[in-house]
């Protein structure tokens, strides 16, 4: 950062200690008050700092850190699950998006290197901002979140091609290609180095520290190896990101994770802070002042354009039409590698100066304008969803290993808190507004959705589910739910709440083993009850009593699903029953006396 005086440093704590607070108090946000405080700070302003780029470079640590933190979050089994959102989601986006700018650019410049560069540097969008964004929001966890992130994955990766191609668009291009093939192979070998240690040496690494007890040294080594790999991955002309988020992910199973996690995300919070800043400083507004309506028209459009592609793609690979628009509003600005990009093209040719410059201001306009177009937009959602238009099911966060449980009234709720009790991840569904409104009030955990209907069950990744739990009262709904379920998932253990005995012998025509009579437990329970009060028995000879009876009446509903449908078989069999219980009564009392 060169010489940085005391009040800069104190302007900066401010900034981070009361900024980011004082955004969210007044709902707009942290991060787009960390961009506007950065403009108000920035050398176009008060002029407290003079030199942005600067303080940029030494900023985008906190990017790297970002991505480090994410991919402690995600195992790479799950980032290999994610493999078609990635490279089909994201490369369909970059490559329809580059070829689209490309075309417009060549409208307005004969020039094809300067048109295709253009297109590809402004194809992608900002890792930091749209991560930062959906993580305040939590949005990162809904499949569009999961699928903005897949996008930017992918975007990453390209910008390793691209800096590369960048030589040779160049004039000189074909005296440069020589020393891209070499620089192609050295990234390569530095993201091998990079798969290589944090398989093999990192764990083995944290496990030695951690069994020293000394929490700092813990913290030290983890910022020392994003350090190191933010080196390697700069001398391989790679991005940092990208070799921080392979680390984290390698990382993901380790026992050591959520300790690493919690020691790096005090800064990752502050350096991000910083980078945010330091893009606000970074608004040429000298610039903006002589050419304003060039560089708005021209952020509005790259905006649309890259909003429509996003939309389009969202929709195309199953997102409702609100999330496709919350997707498309979340990635349509410029990124941060536009930054990267262009200062290449200028010395090598490929771009002058001035248009340089003139690209900056657009994409550093579109990243200042994204938290306000995301506010817009949940402004607007909530004027569309008038009473009576409720969508079809709510979107449902990203889950594995948990229990879906269909059906949130009382039956289901008290399923519902002793799940959560334990610490057992679960996904209620309900199909009554009402209900779900009373549920979501006292701080249940319940989503508006039909179990019935195939879509929903997707949604709620019954796949992935370690048991399913029915707890629908409709006899006919609970029944078509079970019947979608087990058609659909026959590998995932089902619970089921039968309503009588007749639903239960349905339940039973489709396999279900686990049912549950909704009156037959507290039946029982009172039933104990009233043979100590009123009927004189000890808690012993109750309890066995009613044990008694319950193994009896199970045995008889399995015996009874034989002739289910006929009437005068189950009254006989009702009476048998009722004799041999009491005969069964009789007996026990004998022996006992």
Same mark, same amino acid.
């Given at each position: 950062?060169?010489?940085?005086s005391l009040v800069q440093?104190?302007?900066?704590? #401010?900034?981070?200690?009361?900024?980011?607070?004082?955004?969210?108090?007044?709902?707009?946000?942290?991060?787009?008050?960390?961009?506007?405080?950065?403009?108000?700070?920035?050398?176009?302003?008060?002029?407290?700092?003079?030199?942005?780029?600067?303080?940029?470079?030494?900023?985008?640590?906190?990017?790297?850190?970002?991505?480090?933190?994410?991919?402690?979050?995600?195992?790479? =089994?799950?980032?290999?699950?994610?493999?078609?959102?990635?490279?089909?989601?994201?490369?369909?986006?970059?490559?329809?998006?580059?070829?689209?700018?490309?075309?417009?650019?060549l409208v307005e410049t004969?020039?094809?290197?300067?048109?295709?560069?253009?297109?590809?540097?402004?194809?992608?969008?900002?890792? #930091?901002?749209?991560?930062?964004?959906?993580?305040?929001?939590?949005?990162?966890?809904?499949?569009?979140?999961?699928?903005?992130?897949?996008?930017?994955?992918?975007?990453?990766?390209?910008?390793?091609?691209?800096?590369?191609?960048?030589?040779?668009?160049?004039?000189?291009?074909?005296?440069? =290609?020589?020393?891209?093939?070499?620089?192609?192979?050295?990234?390569?070998?530095?993201?091998?180095?990079?798969?290589?240690?944090?398989?093999?040496?990192?764990?083995?690494?944290?496990?030695?520290? +951690?069994?020293?007890?000394?929490?700092?040294?813990?913290?030290?080594?983890?910022?020392?190896?994003?350090?190191?790999?933010?080196?390697?991955?700069?001398?391989?002309?790679?991005? &940092?990101?990208?070799? #921080?988020?392979?680390?984290?992910?390698?990382?993901?199973?380790?026992?050591?994770?959520?300790?690493?996690?919690?020691?790096?995300? &005090?800064?990752?919070?502050?350096?991000?802070?910083?980078?945010?800043?330091?893009?606000?400083?970074?608004?040429?507004?000298?610039?903006?002042?002589? =050419?304003?309506?060039?560089?708005?028209? +021209?952020?509005?459009?790259?905006?649309?354009?890259?909003?429509?592609?996003?939309?389009?793609?969202?929709?195309?690979?199953?997102?409702?039409?609100?999330?496709?628009?919350?997707?498309?509003?979340?990635?349509?600005?410029?990124?941060?590698?536009?930054?990267?990009?262009?200062?290449?093209?200028?010395?090598?040719?490929?771009?002058?100066?001035?248009? #340089?410059?003139?690209?900056?201001?657009?994409?550093?306009?579109?990243?200042?304008?994204? &938290?306000?177009?995301?506010?817009? !937009?949940?402004?607007?959602?909530?004027?569309?969803?008038?009473?009576?238009?409720?969508? +079809?099911?709510?979107?449902?966060? !990203?889950? !594995?290993?948990?229990?879906?449980?269909?059906?949130?009234?009382?039956?289901?709720?008290?399923?519902?808190?002793?799940?959560?009790?334990?610490?057992?991840?679960?996904?209620?569904?309900?199909?009554?507004?009402?209900?779900?409104?009373?549920? /979501? /009030?006292?701080?249940?955990?319940?989503?508006?959705?039909?179990?019935?209907? &195939?879509?929903?069950?997707?949604?709620?990744?019954?796949?992935?589910?370690?048991?399913?739990?029915?707890?629908?009262?409709?006899?006919?709904?609970?029944?078509?739910?079970?019947?979608?379920?087990?058609?659909?998932?026959?590998?995932?253990?089902?619970?089921?709440?039968?309503?009588?005995?007749?639903?239960?012998?349905?339940?039973?025509?489709?396999?279900?083993?686990?049912?549950?009579?909704?009156?037959?437990?507290?039946?029982? !329970?009172?039933?104990?009850?009233?043979?100590?009060?009123?009927?004189?028995?000890?808690?012993?000879?109750?309890?066995?009593?009613?044990?008694?009876?319950?193994?009896?009446?199970?045995?008889?509903?399995?015996?009874?699903?034989?002739?289910?449908?006929?009437?005068?078989?189950?009254?006989?069999?009702?009476? =048998?029953?009722?004799?041999?219980?009491?005969?069964?009564?009789?007996?026990?009392?004998?022996?006992r006396d």
């Amino acid at each position: 950062m060169g010489n940085i005086s005391l009040v800069q440093v104190a302007v900066l704590l #401010a900034a981070a200690g009361i900024v980011a607070p004082l955004a969210k108090h007044l709902r707009i946000g942290a991060v787009l008050g960390y961009l506007l405080a950065g403009v108000v700070i920035g050398p176009y302003v008060l002029g407290i700092f003079k030199d942005a780029e600067k303080m940029l470079h030494v900023a985008e640590f906190g990017v790297v850190l970002l991505l480090f933190v994410i991919g402690l979050e995600l195992k790479p =089994q799950r980032l290999w699950a994610m493999r078609r959102s990635v490279f089909g989601l994201g490369g369909a986006q970059v490559g329809i998006t580059a070829l689209l700018l490309t075309a417009i650019m060549l409208v307005e410049t004969a020039n094809w290197r300067e048109a295709l560069f253009v297109g590809l540097a402004l194809s992608l969008s900002s890792t #930091a901002m749209v991560l930062q964004v959906l993580k305040e929001t939590g949005e990162l966890e809904f499949r569009h979140g999961r699928m903005a992130f897949s996008v930017l994955l992918f975007q990453d990766l390209a910008a390793i091609p691209m800096i590369a191609f960048v030589g040779l668009l160049a004039v000189g291009g074909d005296a440069a =290609q020589p020393m891209t093939w070499a620089g192609a192979l050295t990234g390569l070998a530095a993201i091998a180095a990079i798969v290589l240690a944090g398989r093999y040496l990192l764990g083995w690494t944290f496990h030695f520290i +951690a069994k020293a007890g000394v929490s700092e040294a813990l913290t030290a080594f983890a910022l020392l190896t994003i350090v190191v790999i933010e080196i390697v991955m700069k001398g391989a002309g790679l991005s &940092p990101a990208l070799g #921080a988020f392979i680390a984290g992910a390698l990382l993901a199973d380790s026992t050591y994770r959520h300790e690493i996690e919690a020691d790096i995300k &005090p800064f990752e919070t502050l350096f991000l802070g910083l980078f945010f800043l330091s893009i606000g400083m970074s608004l040429d507004l000298g610039l903006l002042a002589t =050419q304003p309506g060039v560089i708005v028209l +021209a952020a509005v459009a790259l905006m649309a354009v890259k909003g429509v592609i996003l939309h389009r793609l969202g929709r195309g690979y199953g997102l409702s039409a609100p999330a496709s628009r919350r997707f498309a509003c979340a990635l349509a600005q410029g990124g941060e590698f536009a930054f990267v990009l262009t200062a290449i093209a200028v010395t090598t040719g490929v771009l002058m100066r001035g248009d #340089a410059s003139l690209i900056n201001v657009i994409v550093t306009l579109t990243m200042l304008a994204t &938290p306000v177009l995301l506010m817009a !937009e949940k402004w607007l959602a909530a004027r569309l969803a008038r009473p009576g238009h409720e969508p +079809a099911f709510d979107e449902i966060p !990203e889950i !594995e290993s948990h229990v879906v449980i269909a059906g949130l009234g009382r039956f289901g709720q008290i399923i519902a808190r002793i799940l959560a009790a334990r610490g057992i991840p679960f996904t209620a569904l309900d199909g009554d507004p009402a209900q779900i409104d009373v549920v /979501r /009030r006292f701080g249940g955990r319940v989503y508006f959705g039909d179990a019935t209907r &195939p879509e929903i069950l997707e949604a709620a990744q019954v796949e992935k589910a370690r048991a399913v739990v029915v707890s629908i009262s409709n006899v006919e709904g609970s029944l078509k739910a079970v019947e979608l379920i087990r058609r659909r998932y026959p590998h995932v253990p089902l619970y089921v709440r039968a309503r009588d005995r007749e639903h239960a012998h349905r339940l039973m025509d489709f396999g279900v083993e686990h049912i549950i009579r909704e009156t037959l437990l507290s039946a029982l !329970e009172m039933s104990r009850q009233v043979l100590m009060d009123a009927g004189g028995l000890n808690r012993r000879e109750a309890e066995r009593t009613v044990q008694m009876f319950a193994e009896r009446d199970e045995r008889r509903l399995r015996a009874d699903h034989a002739h289910a449908r006929d009437e005068a078989k189950l009254a006989e069999s009702a009476r =048998q029953h009722a004799e041999e219980l009491a005969q069964l009564f009789e007996s026990d009392v004998a022996k006992r006396d």
